[in-house]
């Protein structure tokens, strides 16, 4: 967004913050040497206390492995290319709704986006389990808070708005998946009143799909509906269920080996979307299990960002 806009726009106490890159290294400790070389804005999704209140005590925690937990704050980081194309993607990274992985998924997405030209805002959504009300609501209504601001912001930030896709990994890709459907949630809260803009694609990677059985082993499912969740609570919080006419082009990779989020997820979506009138291009792994990030040098997973970037070229958002 333009300097005025960042210097003239506040949200209650949480103001929109240009970050130091040393203050980018003491925030997100741990995750330092993935961050694309450019310091990120932040954007907090609430002018005040997100919807319901609650949240964790104490400040935000990194595991050693670099994923954000103890969220109290959700945001949007917002890293731009240094030659922006117009074309945006909003990132959201997996730990099983359980912690955030920033390193391994969403800053390397957000380096390898902006390489392309491509505006990357990753998602720092709330963690159902971290004492939030809403509960599993939470990020959903975060990640439909985020494309709401970025619309808000488009011209600002020189985005065309119908090249704005998503890209998920593993609950991340839940998250990016639901999104994708328009779906607002059921229960007190769920609707906040949100006008989204329409999405070009989504990207789901090794994604959790389906909360329904014999797939219900995924820390998805335990943190969003129990571990004993009769089988129509497990069907509303399955993406599946909320794919309809109209859903965006998906692009979808999954190891064959997933032990994970088993690969049945990914056949599932293609399949719903092919059903719809939805196109999908589903490419599978025949090993890489799950957690590959944007891949592994060496390994057959490093072939996937290739496929991504050319569904990208056909869809016009390169």
Request: charged share 15%; with cysteine; hydrophobic share 40%.
């Amino acid at each position: 967004m333009g300097r005025d806009l960042v210097a003239g726009m506040r949200l209650g106490r949480r103001t929109l913050i240009t970050s130091s890159f040393a203050g980018s290294f003491s925030f997100l400790s741990g995750c330092q040497e993935t961050m694309p070389s450019r310091s990120p804005r932040q954007i907090m999704l609430w002018p005040e206390t997100p919807p319901g209140g609650g949240g964790p005590k104490g400040g935000e925690r990194t595991t050693p492995g670099g994923a954000l937990y103890n969220i109290r704050e959700p945001r949007l980081e917002i890293f731009r290319p240094e030659r922006p194309n117009g074309s945006a993607v909003l990132v959201a990274a997996g730990g099983g709704y359980q912690r955030i992985g920033m390193r391994r998924e969403a800053y390397p997405a957000a380096r390898w986006l902006n390489a392309r030209g491509i505006t990357a805002f990753i998602l720092v959504y709330r963690l159902p389990g971290e004492g939030w009300v809403q509960g599993p609501m939470a990020p959903l209504q975060d990640a439909r808070r985020a494309l709401a601001l970025i619309r808000q912001h488009a011209s600002a930030e020189n985005l065309d708005l119908a090249r704005l896709t998503v890209l998920g990994f593993s609950a991340g890709g839940h998250l990016m998946g639901m999104t994708a459907t328009g779906w607002a949630g059921s229960g007190s809260g769920a609707d906040t009143g949100t006008v989204l803009p329409a999405l070009a694609g989504a990207a789901l990677i090794y994604p959790v799909i389906t909360l329904e059985k014999p797939y219900d082993h995924t820390s998805t499912h335990r943190v969003l509906v129990g571990t004993r969740a009769d089988a129509a609570l497990a069907r509303l919080w399955s993406v599946q269920t909320h794919v309809i006419p109209g859903y965006p082009p998906v692009f979808l990779t999954q190891a064959d080996n997933d032990h994970i989020a088993n690969s049945y997820n990914a056949t599932l979506m293609a399949k719903c979307c092919q059903a719809v009138g939805t196109e999908a291009d589903y490419r599978r792994l025949p090993s890489g299990g799950h957690g590959f990030g944007m891949g592994e040098s060496g390994r057959i997973t490093a072939q996937w960002p290739g496929w991504y970037q050319d569904w990208l070229t056909t869809h016009g958002l390169i």
